[in-house]
């Protein structure tokens, strides 16, 4: 079945630091890849999304590529801020199809 | 659009209580609403898939006798956690499906169980 792995947090950074977080999936087919947010004490939100090969999703100042051949979604931004401490979620889902498949959830708290 | 709203967001309640926590699309019909279960610094696990209309179909594992969920009109499901003791106390997440929408699901905020 469809998966996705995710690196494992917690990540902290200084703030305006390079952020970046690995997703690889496995999936059957070409499914759409998802980067969600969770701030503390709230459900999800969609971050940014792409849907074919190729496709850059982008954010808020962050972005997710496509890539087919390494079967990859790293997310990622060239310089966070404080407001960017939460826990993102990699997720996938198979074309015409709702349900998500989640990664395990990375936390990642940016210092002043 | 496509605002999903849960409720309570916290709950506090002895053990051996019934607990019902509602989802309400706000603004769009759903006719595919999602509970999920989270645990501390842990990713979502789906728990079931409901319909409107009809029996939701309940991931493995999950006790439907537990966890009963009900969504009765296409803008209201309900998960009502029976006989809660302390080993039910987690984070619960609700989302729906939305037609024409650019994402598969929309999530509630969340509420947050505590059994004593």
């Known amino acids: 079945g469809d998966s996705v792995t995710q690196m494992e947090g917690p990540v902290t950074l200084s703030e305006e630091a390079f952020l970046t977080i690995n997703c690889t999936y496995t999936?059957?087919?070409?499914?759409?890849l998802f980067w969600y947010v969770q701030y503390p004490g709230e459900g999800l939100q969609l971050l940014l999304k792409?849907?074919?090969?190729?496709d850059k999703g982008s954010n808020k100042g962050f972005e997710a590529t496509y890539r087919k051949e390494t079967t990859s979604f790293h997310l990622e931004k060239g310089s966070v801020q404080v407001s960017d401490s939460a826990v993102y979620f990699c997720?996938?889902?198979?074309?015409?199809?709702?349900?998500?498949?989640f990664g395990a959830g990375t936390t990642v708290t940016v210092r002043a | 659009g496509a605002v999903v709203s849960q409720h309570p967001s916290w709950v506090i309640c002895k053990s051996g209580t019934s607990v019902k926590i509602e989802c309400r699309s706000l603004?769009?019909?759903?006719?595919?609403m999602f509970w999920y279960r989270q645990f501390p610094k842990q990713s979502l696990m789906l728990m079931a898939t409901?319909?409107?209309?009809?029996?939701?179909?309940?991931e493995q594992g999950v006790e439907k006798d537990k966890f009963l969920i009900n969504h009765a009109s296409l803008t209201l499901s309900t998960l009502t956690v029976t006989s809660a003791h302390p080993e039910d106390s987690s984070f619960y997440i609700c989302s729906a499906r939305a037609k024409l929408s650019n994402q598969p699901q929309h999530f509630g905020d969340g509420t947050r169980l505590s059994i004593l």
């Open positions: 409901s319909n409107e209309g009809s029996k939701a179909t309940y």
């Open positions: 997720a996938l889902s198979d074309p015409g199809d709702y349900k998500l498949s």
């Open positions: 792409a849907t074919k090969a190729d």
């Open positions: 603004d769009f019909q759903a006719t595919t």
């Open positions: 999936a059957t087919g070409y499914p759409s």
